[in-house]
């Protein structure tokens, strides 16, 4: 890694020891890594030219993508917000959004 070279595993984990990495966080990385990763291989394979839709301005899949993990954000802090500990229903209504998003809009 550069900047590390010579430092023992201990040393690295300690610069990065600020953030919490947790499992949750590692597949949550994850999750936005392959997410990414599809949308450039839809974008090289698959083509497309932006569309408009219920958000009135042209949109492609990455503008979709981008409203859709933003929403996705706003909802879960509403759901903080109002004290819901399970992230099922936030996550429920993240995906719909999405789905709604990319179909729609």
Do not use: C
């Amino acid at each position: 890694m550069a900047g590390f070279e010579g430092e023992s595993v201990d040393s690295v984990s300690e610069h990065l020891s600020w953030m919490a990495w947790t499992w949750q966080t590692g597949v949550f990385f994850g999750a936005i890594a392959s997410i990414l990763v599809v949308m450039t291989l839809l974008a090289v394979y698959r083509p497309e030219s932006p569309r408009v839709g219920i958000l009135q301005f042209a949109t492609t899949r990455g503008d979709r993508l981008f409203v859709s993990l933003l929403g996705a954000a706003f909802i879960y802090l509403f759901f903080i917000k109002l004290g819901v500990d399970n992230g099922l229903y936030p996550g429920i209504a993240s995906l719909l959004l999405a789905a709604v998003l990319f179909r729609f809009a």
